[in-house]
């Protein structure tokens, strides 16, 4: 999915005698190197972009064009102004970081690096201190998805203060904010039937925490290089993703921290990329389980299945079947929960679908 508008540190060192223009509503790419003489190539080169998303207000270095006014392009389209409404900030050498404008509670969302010195940079989110999550404030190296280089970030279900991210590079830093905007959900008590809701007390439930603990802990290289599927095909939306919930009334809140899918059982189920399968196995209260691993601190999870069809270590590939729509664990009836976990942290799946980035 792309944001209306982005909000975008730049870390770039650039010619300081090159002429700059700044963009007016409607511009895009191709109309501004109409109207400057140069090539839409050329403009991303100059200004280490990796697509061709612009927003009101941003610079861009006009290639070539030292001793040059820079020219407005004629009768722009205001439908097509977009995304990225970069900001001066303080410069690194030769690295470009675009952040989304805002993002919401549950989001995933990406740093886009660009420029030279792009892969060798290193992110952490200081925010993540004041929060309840796994490993706060990690030093994180850009990934290449793709073809280009970012950070996977999120925003933890709750949480309404700002992220704010650090750039570093050879002891030098830089740092910017994303305002995070909530969900606005109303609470729903569950008042699940005794004989579900005993399933919480099962004494095997310590195994299961810890044994999908450790899969939060996965670290690896990104393996996925298409966009990501749905879980289900024809799978109906039946719970949405970061609904609050109570067991009962005056209990504490928790969060719905997937998407329900409503299919009868049987339903086929598969991978919703390509990844490793790092659990797969029974539990008291996510029933029949499976977790892939897709690298980059991203997993899929897959809760209620009557059948698993994958083996732990196991590759599959995007679109594979790894098991069967169910009710074990902590269900009341047929349906599929998918979870998806940056870093431990559960993001909204819906981001992902038909996105390589959310």
Do not use: C
């Amino acid at each position: 999915m792309k944001r209306a508008a982005a909000l975008t540190a730049l870390l770039l060192f650039s010619p300081a005698l090159a002429a700059s223009y700044t963009v007016q509503p409607g511009d895009t790419l191709w109309r501004i190197a109409q109207a400057n003489g140069t090539t839409v190539t050329a403009l991303q080169t100059a200004n280490g972009l990796s697509g061709s998303a612009l927003s009101v207000g941003q610079v861009l270095q006009l290639p070539g064009t030292a001793a040059a006014t820079p020219v407005s392009p004629a009768a722009p389209n205001p439908a097509s102004s977009t995304a990225t409404s970069p900001t001066s900030g303080a410069s690194l050498p030769g690295v470009q970081v675009q952040a989304p404008a805002r993002v919401k509670e549950g989001d995933a969302f990406v740093l886009r690096l660009s420029g030279q010195n792009a892969g060798r940079v290193r992110v952490r989110f200081p925010s993540e201190l004041d929060e309840d999550v796994r490993r706060p404030n990690e030093w994180l190296s850009p990934v290449q998805v793709g073809g280009q280089w970012a950070v996977l970030g999120r925003v933890v279900l709750g949480q309404s203060a700002p992220v704010r991210f650090e750039v570093e590079l050879d002891g030098q830093s830089s740092a910017g904010q994303v305002p995070v905007g909530p969900l606005g959900q109303p609470v729903q008590n569950l008042n699940m039937p005794a004989s579900i809701a005993a399933v919480l007390q099962d004494p095997r439930r310590a195994e299961e925490t810890a044994a999908v603990e450790k899969a939060y802990e996965l670290r690896g290289a990104p393996m996925w290089t298409e966009p990501f599927a749905n879980a289900i095909a024809n799978g109906r939306r039946s719970s949405g993703f970061g609904q609050p919930r109570r067991e009962r009334a005056g209990a504490k809140i928790n969060y719905h921290y997937g998407m329900d899918y409503s299919a009868p059982k049987g339903t086929r189920v598969q991978a919703v990329n390509l990844g490793r399968v790092v659990l797969a196995a029974n539990y008291p209260v996510r029933g029949g389980l499976v977790v892939l691993d897709h690298g980059a601190g991203l997993l899929s999870l897959y809760f209620h299945l009557s059948k698993i069809d994958v083996k732990p270590g196991q590759s599959v590939s995007r679109g594979q079947k790894i098991g069967e729509v169910g009710s074990t664990g902590y269900s009341t009836g047929p349906h599929l929960h998918l979870e998806m976990r940056l870093r431990g942290e559960a993001v909204d799946p819906a981001r992902w679908v038909g996105n390589l980035l959310p």
